[in-house]
């Protein structure tokens, strides 16, 4: 499974971005996927996740109300809507693909997750 994501950039304080990431495989519908993300200096975290059938999605305490994960099986995409962005929400953002039939740990682990992107910048000035 190869991982793109993409739709990173330089935004303000209060405007939105898109980011995309395109999965290379076949079966797209058998995988969860997150979104994680990293500041400089600081570990990777969890930012929200979907589960294979869209049915499951869970969100960070810091993004609930402001960003939205969707996905688009027959297109083998997910997307993370992102509004009302802050300065805090700088960083690295990653996609990130987990085969439920072998996966372990909680959603928001990093290490639950199998297959990563190569991630994408967002940077949000104040």
């Known amino acids: 499974v190869q991982l793109q994501a993409s739709g990173g950039g330089l935004v303000q304080a209060g405007g939105s971005l898109r980011l995309s990431c395109a999965a290379s495989?076949?079966?797209?519908?058998?995988?969860?996927m997150g979104w994680f993300r990293q500041a400089p200096g600081k570990e990777r975290e969890f930012v929200a996740r979907?589960?294979?059938?869209?049915?499951?999605?869970y969100y960070a305490d810091s993004v609930r109300g402001r960003f939205t994960i969707s996905r688009d099986n027959d297109k083998s995409t997910i997307l993370l809507q992102m509004n009302s962005l802050k300065p805090e929400d700088t960083a690295v953002y990653y996609c990130?693909?987990?085969?439920?039939?072998?996966?372990?740990?909680?959603?928001?682990?990093?290490?639950?997750?199998?297959?990563w992107g190569q991630g994408t910048l967002v940077t949000v000035s104040s």
């Open positions: 979907i589960s294979l059938d869209d049915s499951t999605i």
């Open positions: 990130a693909a987990d085969d439920p039939l072998v996966s372990t740990g909680s959603y928001y682990w990093t290490g639950r997750y199998q297959y």
């Open positions: 495989v076949r079966t797209f519908g058998t995988y969860g």
